[in-house]
């Protein structure tokens, strides 16, 4: 019988592998791990957690960078001197684009992403808990898959964000 919300039996825990890409069970108490689910999982109710909550999610954005960015240098331009009130505005613009046709989300942030991830469409890759900005990483994880997000300030700039997994 489960005794979590994540449907695994006391002590099991989920884990993530970086050299399989891929979620693992771990016990603590005796060390042990492995690939498929223990015995005594509610799978039904783990597949539903995982959903709800993933160890990784991907994302692609778009980021416009303002003279008061972490780093207002891009492959746009060596020295950015756009206000945050026009990086503001200039999103907006994107944004409204984007509700009325949200397939262009890859093609948009191709065309006018200061982030280098402008060559993949502003796909970022997979990315877990602590590995963005806390802003961006709060939305990125709140948000549906195929969502995309209002805008959101970080460190660098301000952003739209589209989960895709």
Known sequence: ?????SGLPSPWTIRYSRSKKREYFFNPENKQSQWEAPE?????????????????????????????????ASHR?????VTKEEAIEELKR???ELKKDPSKF???????????????GGDLGFFGKGEMQ??????????????????????????LIKRVA
């Open 134 to 159: 806390p802003s961006f990483e709060e939305v990125g994880f709140a948000l549906k898959v195929n969502e995309i997000s209002d805008i959101v300030e970080s460190d660098s700039g301000f952003h």
């Open 77 to 81: 331009s060596e020295n950015i001197t």
């Open 94 to 96: 994107y944004e409204e």
């Open 40 to 72: 005594g999982t509610d799978v039904s109710k783990l597949k539903e957690y995982m959903i709800k909550n993933p160890l990784k999610v991907r994302c692609l954005h778009l980021l416009i960078k303002h003279k008061d960015s972490r780093r207002p």
């Open 1 to 5: 019988m489960s005794s979590s919300p």
């Open 106 to 120: 890859e093609e948009l942030a191709k065309e006018r992403s200061d982030c280098s991830s402008f060559k993949r």
